[in-house]
C-alpha cells in the first residue's frame, strides 16, 4: 500500500509537470539569468563611480607633460637621424633636462659634453694599462687624447658668450667647432693606426666599450654640426 501510494504521489507531480515542464523551467532560468545580470551591472556601474575621483587626473597636466615628452622626443629623433649611431646619439639626448626647452644648441652642447666624458674615462683606462711604458704606440695615444679633450673643450667654450653663459651659434662657430671635432676624430684615427701597427689589441673588455662609446659620441657630434644649418632651418631659423 505504500510504496502504491508513492507511485500515486510520484504520478500526481509528473502529470502537473507534464503538463508544461520546460516553459516553466525556462521562465525560471531567465528571470534568475537577468536578475544575475541587473545585478553584475549595478556592481560595475557603483565600482566604476567610485574609482572614478582616484583615476582622474587633471586633463589639462596630462596632456601639458606628453605634448612635451613627444615634442622633445620628435626633435632627439630629428636630430640623430643624421648621425651613424642615433641609437647611442638618443640615449644621449634623451639625458638633457626638458624643462629647460632645449634648442639645437643645447643638444650639441649635450653631445659634445658625453663625448668629452668618453674620452676622458678611455684616457684613464689607458693610463692604467700595464703595458703603457713598454709601448710607445701607448703613449702616442694619449699625447692624441689629450689634444682631442682641448680640442673639444674649445668648441664647447666657443659656444658660449654673454655673462649668463648662453649657448650661441653663428656660421664662424659652427665653421671652427666642425673643424676642431674633425681634428679630434683625427687624433682617434691616428690612435687607431699606431696602435694596430704594433699589433696591439685591447684585451680588457673596459677599454673596448669606452673605445666604441667615444668613437659613437664624437662621430654624433661631428654629423650634428655639420647639418646644424639644415636642422636650424627646420626649426625655422637663420644662422648669421
Request: proline fraction near 3%.
Amino acid at each position: 500500500m505504500e510504496s502504491v501510494n508513492f507511485f500515486k504521489g510520484y504520478g500526481k507531480l509528473s502529470h502537473l509537470e507534464s503538463q508544461n515542464p520546460r516553459p516553466r523551467s525556462a521562465s525560471a532560468a531567465i528571470t534568475i539569468s537577468a536578475f544575475l545580470l541587473f545585478t553584475l551591472v549595478i556592481g560595475f556601474t557603483l565600482a566604476a563611480l567610485l574609482l572614478q575621483p582616484i583615476n582622474d587626473k587633471d586633463p589639462t597636466d596630462s596632456a601639458s607633460a606628453s605634448s612635451l615628452s613627444s615634442n622633445l622626443v620628435e626633435s632627439i629623433k630629428t636630430i640623430c637621424n643624421v648621425t651613424r649611431y642615433p641609437d647611442s646619439c638618443f640615449t644621449a639626448l634623451s639625458s638633457l633636462n626638458a624643462s629647460i626647452k632645449p634648442d639645437l644648441e643645447a643638444f650639441l652642447d649635450l653631445s659634445l659634453q658625453v663625448a668629452i666624458t668618453h674620452l676622458s674615462d678611455l684616457s684613464s683606462s689607458f693610463k692604467s694599462l700595464n703595458d703603457l711604458r713598454s709601448q710607445p704606440a701607448l703613449k702616442d695615444c694619449l699625447t692624441l687624447f689629450d689634444d682631442a679633450l682641448s680640442r673639444l673643450n674649445d668648441s664647447v667654450s666657443a659656444m658660449k658668450v654673454g655673462t649668463g653663459k648662453e649657448l650661441v651659434l653663428t656660421k664662424e662657430k659652427i665653421s671652427d667647432i666642425q673643424t676642431w671635432i674633425s681634428a679630434a676624430m683625427t687624433d682617434q684615427d691616428t690612435c687607431n693606426d699606431g696602435l694596430e701597427e704594433m699589433g696591439w689589441t685591447a684585451a680588457d673588455e673596459v677599454v673596448k666599450s669606452q673605445a666604441q662609446s667615444w668613437k659613437e659620441s664624437i662621430s654624433n657630434s661631428l654629423a650634428i654640426v655639420a647639418n646644424m644649418q639644415n636642422l636650424l632651418q627646420k626649426c625655422g631659423r637663420t644662422v648669421h
